[in-house]
């Protein structure tokens, strides 16, 4: 096996590309539930699984990702994640019924769930430290801007195409980079044949899987089952940490829980917790309110939000190149006051609010959080040790998942508590859904003053001489 010289990039723009399509279909469905429900004849409860399903896969497959990563080649990951996902694609545009496309958005997870952790210790392996800023503002368009871009997409196809073509417009691209990469990519790294300890699997699969669902069912009547199966959740999560805590007495846990050793990963993590979960909440809640509060088209919802995505891409490399300059304070603080101003106009929204209005704390929103993912994911993973990079990339994967699930689940409580609260007293639905949904803006932006506290922990950059930040995985 050959090994990846140490400033060959090549490789890291063949993984973006093909990241940044199998990250995209995990928003892509947000614009297609209200068509689905008609043409398969399904309710919303039902349609949800759609979403709920692919997140649910990618919270059980990303903790044992770290494990296959360390056991095979790049060339090997990277095939089978592609042709996983292309295969799910392809059933998902052939679906003949709703349970059919639901298995085939559990393919399209589980290649998905490998793809961004491979990018990502891939990168950390090969890109010298003082690159690593700009390199990572390349992977942020396939981190940040292809699920903030995936319901943009899905309302340009929709006014025009079935849903169908969401996956057949994905599926030529999808098997275009498989025939071109799979030929050219180079290993990064030695394999190592460690075996896999199937009691944490089972318990990642039972803890984090209950848990993800439990909270994209938040809102069903069946309070004591959500009860239950967050409770199962929260069992399962605490057995597996336990279980790991056990395992790296011998140097062989699923996932290297001592990574979190590291305080500048471990307040990072936290933060980009706080950030995913708001991002996430706040594009559902922009979703309701566009096209259940104002009656805004999927062509027009999807417009008004990808000059926001299409603004954390353009800007990816500019603000690496920023961080390998400046370090990490002088986009942090910026970007965590200007989300948290997005937020805050966001929880004023009315029923007659311009469009223009929006459209601009949208990008603001976006541009804040492209300031700080950037940095974050750069010193996160920077202030490790190479061999736990692939342990650390799938921590932040698997945190993303839950905190992505635990952020939509807040918001839609609030709204739903409040808007109920407001009828109960008498209010008109309209009048009481928009005062539910500016209440869960509000609670984005309590997480965005969080998130803001926390990074202000985090120093300027983390370099090579920072020896008290890196992590001894052997201690």
Do not use: K
Request: proline fraction near 4%; hydrophobic fraction near 55%.
């Amino acid at each position: 096996m050959t090994e990846t010289a140490p400033r060959d990039y090549a490789v890291l723009r063949w993984l973006v590309a093909a990241a940044f399509v199998v990250i995209l279909n995990e928003t892509i469905m947000m614009n297609a539930i209200p068509r689905l429900m008609v043409d398969l004849s399904i309710t919303e409860t039902l349609a949800q699984w759609l979403s709920t399903a692919f997140m649910l896969t990618m919270a059980v497959v990303i903790p044992i990702t770290g494990w296959f990563l360390q056991r095979v080649t790049t060339r090997q990951a990277y095939a089978l994640a592609m042709v996983t996902f292309c295969t799910g694609t392809l059933l998902a545009a052939v679906s003949w019924s709703f349970p059919v496309l639901v298995v085939a958005r559990v393919v399209q997870a589980s290649a998905t769930a490998v793809m961004m952790p491979l990018l990502m210790t891939t990168l950390m392996t090969i890109v010298a430290p003082g690159d690593r800023g700009r390199v990572m503002g390349l992977v942020s368009l396939a981190m940040s801007v292809a699920p903030a871009l995936g319901p943009a997409v899905s309302g340009v196809v929709l006014q025009f195409l079935s849903w169908r073509w969401i996956f057949l417009v994905v599926l030529p691209i999808a098997v275009t980079i498989v025939v071109v990469v799979t030929r050219r990519i180079r290993n990064v790294g030695e394999p190592n044949r460690t075996p896999v300890d199937w009691l944490s699997a089972l318990f990642a699969a039972l803890g984090f899987g209950a848990l993800v669902y439990g909270l994209s069912d938040i809102r069903s009547p069946h309070v004591i089952v959500v009860v239950v199966t967050l409770a199962v959740g929260v069992l399962g999560v605490t057995a597996f940490v336990m279980r790991q805590l056990v395992l790296q007495r011998s140097d062989r846990p699923l996932l290297d829980l001592r990574t979190f050793r590291s305080r500048v990963f471990s307040i990072s993590i936290a933060a980009m917790a706080i950030a995913f979960g708001a991002m996430m909440g706040s594009m559902l809640l922009l979703q309701l309110y566009l096209q259940h509060a104002r009656g805004a088209s999927p062509l027009l919802t999807g417009l008004l939000v990808m000059p926001g995505g299409l603004a954390m891409g353009l800007l990816g490399p500019a603000i690496g190149r920023i961080y390998d300059r400046h370090g990490a304070r002088v986009l942090m603080l910026p970007g965590g006051s200007l989300v948290v101003l997005a937020m805050v106009v966001f929880a004023t929204v009315g029923g007659t609010t311009p469009y223009v209005i929006v459209l601009l704390a949208h990008v603001g929103l976006s541009l804040g959080l492209a300031s700080m993912f950037t940095p974050m994911f750069t010193m996160s993973l920077g202030s490790l040790q190479p061999h736990q990079y692939s342990h650390g990339s799938s921590l932040l994967g698997t945190t993303q998942q839950v905190a992505g699930a635990f952020g939509t689940a807040l918001v839609v409580v609030v709204l739903t508590s409040r808007a109920a609260q407001l009828t109960a007293q008498g209010m008109d639905g309209q009048g009481a859904y928009l005062d539910g949904l500016r209440w869960a803006f509000g609670l984005c932006v309590v997480l965005a003053v969080a998130m803001v506290g926390l990074i202000t922990a985090l120093p300027a950059r983390v370099t090579a001489t920072s020896q008290d930040e890196l992590v001894d995985a052997h201690v």
